[in-house]
Antibody, heavy 118, light 110 residues
Framework: EVQLVESGGGLVKPGESLRLSCAASGFTFSSYSMNWVRQAPGKGLEWVSI?????????FYADSVKGRFTISRDNAKNSLYLQMNSLRAEDTAVYYC??????????WGQGTLVTVSS | QSVLTQPPSVSATPGQRVTISCSGSSSNIGNNYVSWYQQLPGTAPKLLIY???KRPSGIPDRFSGSKSGTSATLGITGLQTGDEADYYC???????????FGGGTKLTVL
């Protein structure tokens, strides 16, 4: 069974940093590009970033996080990461990791809540 | 403001058919595949349609997708109360080099 489990969310102050992790199991992690998608309370889905299967092919970010967030992966550990720096109130959201977002068999984690507040 | 434009809400009665539109441009819908997701309250999104009009296994044929030019449409027939949810279109935008979601449409089954 495919599983994606996010962790690392919590309450931080504006300007602080946080690192999210996503542990993958049940599939060949190194064969898939991976995404981070977020959803602010009561709002719609917002794509955050994508990383290719081997990291070296492509990495893209939404304009709203470019220069502040860094996506990375460790295929040996079947893990995806999102380093979030200079956090703002508007970054408050549930963060999902997702595989194969626009393919035939995507998978999403259950999400981890990040709250940025003073 | 989303790159892809969806109506904020639609409503219909049980058994009826409803369509949800998703309008974009040549850099996104016009030249890339569209997927559609359903999100029930408090849950992760669930794929309904991929590659414009294909249904993953397990998705009933009450759900259909189509694309024409720079717009895509999700159709749902035989509406059920369990279809009440938020629906999102999503595609790749070649100019932005980004995945783009529509703003979402809340379906109410009266």
């Amino acid at each position: 069974e495919v599983q994606l489990v996010e962790s690392g969310g919590g309450l931080v102050k504006p300007g602080e940093s946080l690192r999210l992790s996503c542990a993958a199991s049940g599939f060949t992690f190194s064969s898939y590009s991976m995404n981070w998608v977020r959803q602010a309370p009561g709002k719609g889905l917002e794509w955050v970033s994508i990383i290719s299967s081997t990291s070296s092919s492509y990495i893209f970010y939404a304009d709203s996080v470019k220069g502040r967030f860094t996506i990375s992966r460790d295929n040996a550990k079947n893990s995806l990461y999102l380093q979030m720096n200079s956090l703002r109130a508007e970054d408050t959201a549930v963060y999902y990791c997702a595989r194969d977002l626009m393919g035939a068999a995507p998978s999403w984690g259950q999400g981890t809540l990040v709250t940025v507040s003073s | 403001q989303s790159v892809l434009t969806q109506p904020p809400s639609v409503s219909a009665t049980p058994g009826q058919r409803v369509t949800i539109s998703c309008s974009g441009s040549s850099s996104n819908i016009g030249n890339n595949y569209v997927s559609w997701y359903q999100q029930l309250p408090g849950t992760a999104p669930k794929l309904l349609i991929y590659d414009n009009n294909k249904r993953p296994s397990g998705i009933p044929d009450r759900f259909s997708g189509s694309k024409s030019g720079t717009s895509a449409t999700l159709g749902i027939t035989g509406l059920q109360t369990g279809d009440e949810a938020d629906y999102y279109c999503v595609t790749w935008d070649s100019s932005l080099s980004a995945v783009v979601f529509g703003g979402g449409t809340k379906l109410t089954v009266l």
